[in-house]
């Protein structure tokens, strides 16, 4: 089975990794070069759209933000999974809305913004504080920003004047104003549907995000009423859709009651942890789903967490005496993902010792969120 994956950043580097033992070849195509190459290794394998969706018996995405023309090239091909439509929603906003509100899904107030008028109208109908998001090209707290008080108006708005202009779809942009959620905590739930809509779900994760990128994601507590409630709204979604692969769904919880945040019609950072927690990692089983195959078991074997490496080039080799590192083999720039950390133990108190001492070897101020989730668990 040959599977081409638009887009050659990690996701698709360790979806090969996960594929090689079920015998995919995995190929990558660069959609800002045009070049077919190794997830891993970057060898260039061909160029050009076209013939490299001619040689792919299955394609997929590692992201959302996907030039509109290219995905209706792979749509007609018959070979994309999940389709482009619920690609392209992951990554605008406004579909977005319009799906959750069309599943039933329970998710936040909003109003779209073109213009003053629109700003000025939001403020009135949602009232402050609000957030304010792209509805393009919006990810790792980029694209977003948080209006407090009306003397902040005028100010906010000139940045996002600036970004409006300066989009490189600038056409199609638009902001999306939503209220501030007092939450408890944000949490994922990583999910697989096949073609045939048999689904297998992961349990919840808590996430910790700083200046918002994840920072921090805890899979280790059982909450049977919250997981339930998810894996509720995750069904509606992902039939809605017709999905097929593996879909991420962010959640706010506010005293036991979850609200969607936002959706992500791929693997997901949040999911990372199933590489050392889970019996089948969300990497193969997005596979597995894309070729269908029969979904691996998504039960929790131990209790899990990831830390990210945002910005840095090293960390001590150390922690590989009781971690698990994963590299992106990827140049260090301020805000970048470089790779991932992943720690599991035999129960929840453990775990979060295991994040203590951790933390012992991590800077505070690379690694804030680090510290927290140690707290949060011993």
């Known amino acids: 089975m040959k599977v081409m994956i638009l887009g050659a950043g990690q996701l698709a580097r360790m979806m090969a990794l996960a594929g090689a033992p079920l015998n995919i070849k995995i190929s990558a195509y660069d959609i800002h070069s045009g070049d077919l190459v190794h997830p891993v290794t970057k060898e ?26 290219i995905l209706k090239l792979c749509q007609s091909s018959g070979k994309i999974f999940p389709n482009a439509e619920s690609i392209l929603t992951g990554g605008d906003r406004r579909k977005e809305k319009v799906l959750l509100d069309r599943a039933g899904v329970k998710n936040t107030r909003y109003q779209i913004i073109e213009n003053r008028a629109d700003f000025d109208a939001a403020i009135t109908y949602i009232n402050l504080p609000l957030i304010l998001k792209s509805a393009l090209d919006g990810y790792d707290g980029r694209g977003q920003w948080r209006l407090k008080t009306q003397n902040e108006a005028n100010a906010v708005w000139q940045k996002i004047t600036k970004f409006l202009k300066t989009s490189p779809q600038a056409e199609r942009q638009c902001i999306i104003a939503e209220p501030f959620i007092a939450f408890d905590r944000e949490i994922s739930l990583i999910g697989a549907r096949s073609a045939d809509g048999t689904m297998a779900i992961y349990p919840l994760t808590e996430n910790i995000h700083t200046d918002g990128i994840l920072s921090v994601s805890i899979s280790a507590n059982e909450n049977e009423k919250l997981q339930t409630q998810a894996e ?127 933390s012992m070897f991590l800077a505070k101020d690379q690694f804030p969120a680090l510290h927290e989730a140690a707290h949060k668990l011993i």
């Open 232 to 358: 509720s709204m995750f069904k509606s979604v992902a039939d809605s859709l017709n999905y097929v692969g593996v879909l991420a769904i962010e959640f706010f919880e506010v005293n036991g009651t979850l609200t969607v945040n936002e959706i992500a019609p791929r693997v997901h950072n949040s999911g990372h942890w199933t590489q050392q927690g889970s019996d089948v990692c969300q990497f193969e089983n997005h596979l597995r789903a894309v070729c269908n195959l029969p979904l691996g078991s998504t039960n929790r074997i131990r209790p899990t967490a990831m830390v990210n490496i945002i910005g840095e080039a090293t960390v001590p080799q150390s922690i590989m005496s009781f971690a698990h590192l994963h590299w992106y083999d990827k140049a260090p720039r301020p805000r970048r993902k470089i790779g991932h950390i992943n720690l599991s133990a035999n129960d929840i108190n453990s775990l979060g010792e295991s994040l203590r001492q951790l």
């Open 44 to 69: 260039v394998l061909g160029h050009g759209l076209e013939s490299s969706i001619d040689n792919a018996d299955v394609i997929t995405a590692e992201f959302e933000h996907i030039n509109i023309d």
